[in-house]
């Protein structure tokens, strides 16, 4: 793969740059769900004997998805910018119309939603840990709320990281893909970039490997995909993965 490094080397920057501006997205969405916990849980249960607490799943849901869609459509131009530099291919109108028009209409209201609800019940699992330790442990109302906006605000740096490397990842490779078939490229190959923590054996299998870009990899379990961070994908396969896949 030699060959390939300049295009390796120039998404992986991409992606680096993007997950940075796109943590600070997600951030903000942790940021404003604990804000809107500690103001929903005011003086409201002040006199409840009981542990109860007000959290507003469906807000956080809205706000995952609309953070996607922003995610997905602001990475885009500067996709498809460096995969025509990548690959020293120049796209018409048209063609770039296409793929945005796919991105925004198909892939976005198809995934954007699917995707907040698993964020949110994932937050909601967490969550839900610690309101059985405090009906358990007989907390009052004021430290219940103390320690889950402490929670969220935690989730606000390592969620936000994972959440924001994943999606960058699956934006730059569903657009590189889509950007492939519409620009005449007749192989893909897999690159695996090792993670810190997660380093997935079927994926290091696949390294190196080129395959015709109408056929799926084929990752074991039958589990198959179109290229890394495929949406069909579940989150064993995504959840900060670096994977990259190149074109030819």
């Keep these: 793969m030699k060959k390939y490094r300049k295009q390796i080397k120039l998404f992986k920057n991409l992606e680096k740059k993007l997950s940075v501006r796109n943590k600070k997205r997600v951030k903000k969405v942790f940021i404003d769900f604990a804000e809107k916990i500690k103001k929903d849980n005011g003086d409201k249960f002040a006199d409840e004997v009981k542990v109860v607490i007000d959290i507003?799943?469906?807000?956080?849901q809205e706000k995952f998805?609309?953070?996607?869609?922003?995610?997905y459509l602001y990475n885009f131009d500067?996709?498809?910018?460096?995969?025509?530099?990548a690959y020293n291919k120049k796209l018409s109108e048209k063609i770039i119309k296409g793929i945005r028009d796919y991105l925004l209409e198909d892939f976005n209201r198809k995934n954007a939603l699917k995707k907040a609800k698993i964020m949110a019940n994932t937050t909601k699992d967490k969550l839900n840990k610690i309101i059985v330790q405090a009906q358990r442990e007989g907390w009052s109302h004021k430290d219940l709320v103390k320690e889950i906006m402490s929670s969220v605000e935690n989730m606000s740096e390592y969620r936000a990281s994972t959440i924001a490397r994943t999606e960058t990842s699956t934006s730059i490779n569903t657009v590189s893909y889509k950007t492939s078939t519409s620009s005449g490229m007749k192989e893909k190959g897999w690159i695996h970039i090792g993670g810190k923590k997660v380093d997935r054996e079927n994926h290091k299998a696949l390294n190196g490997k080129w395959i015709?870009?109408?056929?799926?990899?084929?990752?074991?379990?039958?589990?198959?995909?179109?290229?890394?961070?495929?949406?069909?994908?579940?989150?064993?396969?995504?959840?900060?993965?670096?994977?990259?896949?190149?074109?030819?």
């Design 56 to 60: 507003d799943y469906k807000y956080l």
């Design 78 to 85: 500067e996709i498809i910018g460096t995969f025509k530099n």
């Design 65 to 71: 998805k609309d953070v996607l869609e922003i995610i």
């Design 212 to 248: 015709p870009i109408e056929e799926k990899w084929d990752l074991g379990n039958g589990i198959y995909a179109e290229y890394p961070h495929d949406a069909n994908l579940p989150a064993s396969e995504v959840v900060r993965c670096s994977c990259l896949q190149i074109y030819r």
